[in-house]
């Protein structure tokens, strides 16, 4: 895959994205969070599992403690980041629900100054401040435009949060991992251990299956292989051919298609406080993000 092709494949990979949020605007109706997210993830493992058993040789060899740290990676990625941010979507419309998530790497700055003692700058401070102004301010107003008929809480809205701050401590317990093995058969072990993690909800979940319609199945469906599987294979295969601060800018597109999505496939306008509340988001993990001079000198030389 030329350079051409890996930044093709992102925006690809960030359209199917924020094609997820209108995915749970369309089963939320139907289905509660939980079930939504135990049919999704068991589906996903079961993918992840036949290719396992089709081709061994991609399972990732663990040893030690590098189990400890997948069971960690699949509570984080699966029921810790997933649950929270569907049943926030009762409150959030998508393309809100998308702007929080894309806080991540903003909180990720902090995680990492705190816990391996990387510098923050002053400017990724000012950023992190900005970001968390930006969502303020989508939990505030934004609360009660989501995809069921709950009544504004910015409480009940603020749920999204750990989303973002359960994605930004994955990313931190999978960088131990992630210079030893291959991406796509360590992420394929994480999510067969976070169906694993959400083994207690398949109950629910086997109720939902008699319920769902021809319409939900269709969007289960395609978030599952469409809007999880597909998009991780391009994520990870752009990751071989450019700079990881490179591959990981592209999430910010992510919002805008979400946008386009519900207005698309569900007829909604965005709201007054897409504009403003995205703008302060990717601002500020634009700055929380934005390298030192020495940071800035190591990346030239990289690319």
Same mark, same amino acid.
Do not use: C, F, K, M
């Given at each position: 895959m030329h350079r051409g092709r890996a930044y093709a494949g992102l925006v690809v990979c960030a359209a199917l994205w924020g094609m997820v949020f209108v995915s749970v605007a369309e089963l939320l109706p139907h289905l509660d969070a939980t079930q939504i997210v135990s049919v999704r993830f068991g589906l996903v493992a079961l993918g992840f599992a036949v290719a396992f058993a089709a081709r061994p040789a991609l399972l990732?060899?663990?040893r030690g403690v590098e189990w400890a740290l997948i069971a960690l990676c699949g509570v984080l990625a699966v029921p810790g980041s997933q649950y929270a941010i569907v049943e926030a979507q009762n409150y959030l419309s998508p393309p809100l629900a998308s702007l929080i998530v894309t806080s991540s790497p903003a909180i990720a700055a902090v995680f990492a100054a705190t816990f391996?003692?990387?510098r923050l700058t002053v400017l990724q401070a000012v950023g992190f401040a900005v970001a968390l102004a930006g $969502?303020?301010?989508i939990l505030l107003?934004?609360?009660g435009s989501g995809s069921s008929a709950h009544h504004s809480s910015p409480l009940g809205a603020a749920i999204a949060l750990i989303t973002p701050i359960s994605w930004a401590l994955y990313t931190l317990a999978l960088k131990p991992l992630a210079g030893r093995h291959a991406p796509v058969g360590t992420v394929g072990v994480v999510m067969i251990a976070g169906a694993i993690a959400l083994s207690p909800t398949f109950g629910a979940a086997a109720t939902a299956l008699h319920t769902m319609s021809g319409h939900d199945w269709a969007w289960m469906l395609a978030l599952v292989l469409g809007f999880s599987i597909v998009p991780?294979?391009?994520w990870f295969e =752009?990751?071989?051919?450019?700079?990881?601060h490179q591959t990981t800018a592209f999430m910010y597109v992510i919002p805008v298609f979400a946008t386009i999505g519900t207005?698309? $496939?569900l007829g909604r306008e965005p709201g007054a406080i897409t504009i403003p509340g995205g703008?302060? $988001?990717?601002?500020? $993990?634009?700055?929380?993000?934005?390298? =030192?001079g020495e940071r800035r000198a190591l990346r030239a030389v990289e690319d």
């Open positions: 990732p060899r663990l391996l003692r990387d $969502v303020t301010l107003i934004g609360a991780n294979i391009l =752009s990751l071989r051919h450019l700079p990881v207005g698309l $496939v703008l302060l $988001v990717v601002a500020g $993990v634009a700055l929380a993000q934005w390298p =030192s």
